[in-house]
């Protein structure tokens, strides 16, 4: 069974959307990707630090799943990173409320030994100095590196974060971080100039309007399946990567048209993230109904065109 190492936070969060608010819920990039992996059939573990706040029932939600969570440090007497924000009515913008790093202030990541010749790493959201700490500490060279990052490390670390995307495969950001990122208006461009930083394969996200993967001149675009509700963002773009990351490791196929496929299964995961607060849907989700809302994206996706 083949191989996928997690990198992220595994947190708290705060959400308040239109619809309604939370206090201190189960969140981190890394939690919603392995969440969202273990729908596939590889052996994934998590990297990441937690403080002895957090609660024990958490830890046995990821074992529960099949994750590997000996690489999740949990510091004594530390306070688990937590972030809190309010979501305006169009749920595409949101303000930050409160971002509390504790114990990821001083995070230094260690990669369990039985992970360091996984096949694909999924660098999740985090600073760019950990995530090349990671890649560091493999002792086989991944088939694939896949790495999510925001603007937030553009803005305070963007020559570290440069750095590690020469050594990344696949780069997963939203359309205004790929503008940010490149300087181009145009995502045509936008891709064209990242590919000159390290990438192979440029996935832009797009939320509600779905998601690019461009690989030199290809490219390729998934829609998002329309919605009745859309509850909660939180998590989606992280759902997504661990649908994209999950789906490629299960396949052991790497190919750009193998990336598309992964494209549709990162979006039909992230399709069922937002219909509740936080990691609530993909806790309790279920196979059948994953299969169900596939289909749903074949109909969506595919048509004969009738050439005249």
């Known amino acids: ?9 595994v947190a708290f969060d705060a959400i308040e959307t239109p619809f309604g608010k939370t206090d201190k819920i189960l969140g981190g990039a890394a939690t919603y990707i392995g969440l969202s992996a273990s729908f596939f059939n590889l052996k994934s573990a998590i990297v990441s630090v937690v403080g002895d706040d957090f609660p024990q029932e958490h830890l046995d ?5 099949n994750i590997d969570i000996s690489g999740i440090e949990i510091v004594k007497g530390g306070k688990t990173f937590f972030w809190s924000g309010k979501y305006h009515n169009d749920l595409n913008s949101r303000d930050t409320l409160a971002t509390e790093l504790n114990v990821l202030a001083d995070f230094q990541p260690k990669v369990p030994q039985d992970f360091k010749n996984a096949e694909v790493v999924m660098l999740g959201n985090l600073h760019p100095l950990v995530q090349s700490s990671v890649l560091d500490q493999m002792e086989t060279a991944p088939k694939l590196v896949v790495l999510d990052t925001m603007n937030f490390w553009m803005d305070c670390a963007l020559p570290e974060l440069l750095e590690v ?3 990344v495969d696949v780069i997963t950001i939203n359309d205004e971080e ?10 045509v461009k936008a891709a064209a100039k990242i590919h000159t930083m390290g990438p192979k394969y440029v996935v832009i996200k797009k939320g509600e309007h779905g998601a690019l993967i461009f690989h030199g001149k ?10 009745e509700e859309v509850f909660d963002p939180t ?8 649908g994209f990351s999950g789906f490629i ?11 598309k496929n992964a494209i549709i299964y990162g979006s039909n995961l992230a399709s069922f993230c937002v219909e509740k ?7 309790h989700l279920q196979q059948d109904e994953v299969v169900e809302r596939l289909k749903q994206f074949k109909a969506l996706t595919q048509f004969d065109i009738a050439l005249q």
């Open 178 to 187: 790929a503008r940010q990122l490149s300087g181009e208006y145009s995502l």
């Open 1 to 9: 069974m083949n191989k996928l190492l997690i990198v992220g936070t």
């Open 61 to 65: 939600l990821l074992t529960s799943k």
């Open 165 to 167: 995307i020469k050594r």
């Open 277 to 283: 607060f936080g990691t609530e849907r993909m806790e």
């Open 218 to 227: 290809e490219v390729f675009f998934a829609p998002a399946l329309p919605l």
């Open 235 to 242: 998590g989606a773009g992280d759902t997504f990567a661990g």
């Open 249 to 259: 490791t299960q396949s052991e196929n790497i190919s750009f048209e193998n990336m």
